[in-house]
């Protein structure tokens, strides 16, 4: 064999190695996605974006339709919007003694900010995102949902999978969610898996007694105990992430507005 040919086998043989190291680095690294899909499922579950595409401004107009209190922006979220350009930080999420440290985004569906990051550019990783549905400026929904992909890397929602044990559910007793208006602290009362058999979506509810029920339910399914007693009159938000590639399953955490 010539050594030009040698040679040229060699840098083919390289060529090939890379691509593969790159394959498994994206594939290690992609998020589970799906994370707010609500029923049915084919309606709403949003496409993989080409990764390679550059930044992307929204084709949607700012939601308009949500009510805001005439009263002044918490000055942090203030700056954050000027930073990021971007009116759609309607908060900021700490459970503290973790990597959970994110703004919060809020647009008029569940899907844009999946695989787009808070400046609006294509991402895998997506963004922290309250569910369409929940209002944060007047703080007076039953069930605030806040949703963030499993990232492999350990960013975004992925510390969450860490509250199946024992010794970390116990260290970490509440999360920070600043709103437009207020700072305020969620105790935590439950954390379980489910699917998307089961339903915790519902952002109001009709009845009284029926939140109760429900709330009853997310204490049952909970894997550990707290002596936490919930009442009617209670808010909860809840955090949901993907618990597994190509599975339908959530991780789901509870806590109750102190």
């Given at each position: 064999?010539?050594?030009?040919?040698?040679?040229?086998?060699?840098?083919?043989?390289?060529?090939?190695?890379?691509?593969?190291?790159?394959?498994?680095?994206?594939?290690?690294?992609?998020?589970?996605?799906?994370?707010?899909?609500?029923?049915?499922?084919?309606?709403?579950?949003?496409?993989?974006?080409?990764?390679?595409?550059?930044?992307?401004?929204?084709?949607?107009?700012?939601?308009?339709?949500?009510?805001?209190?005439?009263?002044?922006?918490?000055?942090?979220?203030?700056?954050?919007?000027?930073?990021?350009?971007?009116?759609?930080?309607?908060?900021?999420?700490?459970?503290?003694?973790?990597?959970?440290?994110?703004?919060?985004?809020?647009?008029?569906?569940?899907?844009?900010?999946?695989?787009?990051?808070?400046?609006?550019?294509?991402?895998?990783?997506?963004?922290?995102?309250?569910?369409?549905?929940?209002?944060?400026?007047?703080?007076?929904?039953?069930?605030?949902?806040?949703?963030?992909?499993?990232?492999?890397?350990?960013?975004?929602?992925?510390?969450?999978?860490?509250?199946?044990?024992?010794?970390?559910?116990?260290?970490?007793?509440?999360?920070?969610?600043?709103?437009?208006?207020?700072?305020?602290?969620?105790?935590?009362?439950?954390?379980?898996?489910?699917t998307t058999d089961f339903s915790y979506l519902t952002t109001n509810f009709h009845t009284r007694d029926t939140f109760y029920q429900f709330?009853?339910?997310?204490?049952?399914?909970?894997?550990?105990?707290?002596?936490?007693?919930?009442?009617?009159?209670?808010?909860?938000?809840?955090?949901?992430?993907?618990?597994?590639?190509?599975?339908?399953?959530?991780?789901?955490?509870?806590?109750?507005?102190?």
């Amino acid at each position: 064999m010539s050594k030009g040919l040698r040679r040229a086998l060699i840098c083919l043989c390289l060529i090939i190695a890379t691509g593969f190291v790159i394959l498994i680095y994206d594939i290690m690294n992609v998020e589970v996605p799906s994370t707010a899909v609500r029923e049915p499922r084919a309606q709403h579950v949003a496409e993989v974006p080409d990764i390679q595409a550059g930044p992307t401004i929204p084709s949607y107009e700012q939601p308009t339709e949500l009510e805001k209190e005439p009263q002044e922006l918490l000055p942090h979220l203030v700056r954050l919007r000027e930073q990021h350009s971007n009116p759609d930080i309607v908060g900021f999420i700490v459970i503290p003694n973790t990597n959970i440290s994110y703004p919060v985004v809020q647009t008029g569906n569940n899907d844009f900010y999946l695989y787009h990051d808070i400046n609006w550019n294509v991402s895998r990783a997506g963004s922290i995102f309250l569910d369409y549905e929940n209002n944060l400026y007047y703080l007076t929904d039953d069930n605030f949902i806040i949703y963030g992909h499993n990232m492999r890397n350990g960013s975004k929602f992925h510390n969450l999978r860490h509250f199946h044990r024992e010794d970390f559910f116990r260290a970490h007793t509440y999360i920070l969610l600043d709103t437009p208006h207020h700072e305020t602290i969620w105790d935590i009362f439950s954390f379980f898996h489910t699917t998307t058999d089961f339903s915790y979506l519902t952002t109001n509810f009709h009845t009284r007694d029926t939140f109760y029920q429900f709330l009853m339910e997310l204490q049952r399914r909970s894997i550990h105990t707290t002596d936490i007693v919930l009442c009617e009159s209670d808010q909860i938000l809840i955090l949901s992430t993907c618990a597994a590639i190509g599975t339908d399953g959530r991780y789901v955490v509870v806590a109750r507005l102190r």
